[in-house]
């Protein structure tokens, strides 16, 4: 399996509309690949918690259609990043006016463009402020088959978190997808934890973030796909706009397992 990870530029003076065709254009030239990967709030950026009121969407919304359409012309399995996701609010903090909430909502698509996975990001970041404020949080781990292989969900904040990890290997999971949008600053915890998330569940892990800046904080790129083993196979050398492309063995998950098999001598579940 080809994975390609889109480390987007966020660029405050394009239009969300212009970002949204743009990135549908580079969807639609990954045909090579198989499985396709966008980073978190790529279309309002991860921390302008100004926009995110005037840039939520449905599930059905403008960003949706537009990945779903670039899914079925690349035939490609695409994680389509993370949205603001208006919905019909359900209870807990992050409520707004009117009987709804706000979450950020993971996507991912089918090669006929069927939305095949939906996942709320479960940990809000911000300590009370910004985003944790501002969004509801989700409540499921939430995995995705792929022919070959399953897919668990995470995003940005959840890398801090393992037992969400822990959670989607025991659901299947032998690849772990890692929409971001993390800042510059903590760029040495982005790629020490992905790696970590590896090796400790001997799983891929697909970590695609931003370029650019977010509301004026710079982002850390550093997009990187890591094999089971903990070895990184590519990454982004920096924060510039650029796709990271490296080949998934779904068999080398079952062997690094079966060779070393620190899953199976687990006592506190």
């Known amino acids: 399996m080809r994975a ?71 035939r490609v399995w695409l994680h389509a990043g993370s949205v603001v996701e208006r919905a019909e609010h359900t209870g807990g903090p ?13 996507l991912v698509f089918s090669p006929d463009g069927e939305r095949a996975a939906a996942y709320r990001k479960i940990h809000r970041f911000g300590f009370d402020r910004g985003e944790a404020a501002l969004m509801s949080a989700g409540a499921e781990p939430v995995t995705v088959d792929l022919p070959g292989i399953t897919l668990g969900l995470a995003t940005c904040y959840d890398l801090r978190f393992p037992e969400l990890f822990r959670a989607l290997t025991d659901a299947g999971a032998r690849a772990l997808v890692v929409p971001a949008g993390w800042p510059a600053r903590r760029a040495s915890h982005w790629s020490l934890l992905a790696r970590a998330r590896a090796v400790e569940n001997q799983a891929y892990v697909l970590a695609c973030g931003t ?8 982002q850390a790129g550093r997009s990187a796909i890591i094999d089971p083993w903990g070895e990184t196979l590519a990454e982004a050398p920096d924060a510039g706009e650029r796709v990271v492309t490296a080949e998934l063995d779904p068999a080398y998950v079952d062997r690094v397992r079966e060779d070393f098999p620190v899953l199976r001598d687990r006592v506190l579940r």
């Open 4 to 74: 390609s990870l889109i480390q987007i530029g966020v660029d405050e003076d394009e239009t969300v509309e212009t970002r949204r065709a743009r990135a549908a254009s580079l969807v639609r030239e990954q045909t090579a690949s198989d499985l396709v990967v966008l980073p978190e709030l790529w279309t309002v950026g991860a921390f302008a918690f100004d926009s995110f009121e005037a840039g939520a969407e449905p599930l059905d919304g403008p960003t949706a259609r537009a990945m779903s359409e670039a899914a079925r012309e690349a």
């Open 94 to 106: 992050g409520a707004t006016g009117g009987g709804t909430a706000l979450y950020n909502t993971s």
């Open 211 to 218: 370029a650019g800046t977010h509301a004026g904080v710079p």
